[in-house]
């Protein structure tokens, strides 16, 4: 009788415990949401690029210098002045990819 006893418990027990392996909670992390927004930025930008890195568009050298000082203000000076007919972001991400001698 014990022993019919403990197994039938024993039954019930491993009853009670496979019913709650089925259930499964998920908590989101907040991080996942950051990490989504990121990550859709940087293929924003990489779309924008060729297979060698560089911008896809058109290269402006504005002048030829040596001063880095200089190629800076004729470069804030072309975004001042151009940020009434082109967005001046993206006249920022098509100077970025300029290469001033220094």
Do not use: P, W
Not at 32 to 41: A, G, N, P, R
Not at 60 to 69: A, E, F, P
Request: aromatic content about 8%; some cysteine; charged content about 25%.
């Amino acid at each position: 009788m014990k022993r019919l006893l403990f197994i039938v418990s024993l039954f019930c027990a491993i009853c009670y415990t496979s019913r709650a392996a089925d259930t499964i909670i998920v908590h989101k992390d907040a991080r996942l949401d950051m990490f989504t927004e990121k990550q859709v930025s940087i293929n924003k930008v990489t779309s924008r690029m060729t297979s060698n890195g560089l911008f896809k568009g058109y290269r402006l050298q504005v002048m030829n210098t040596r001063s880095r000082g200089d190629a800076f203000k004729i470069k804030a000076d072309l975004l001042e002045k151009s940020s009434n007919s082109v967005s001046a972001a993206s006249l920022h991400q098509a100077t970025e990819s300029l290469a001033f001698e220094t």
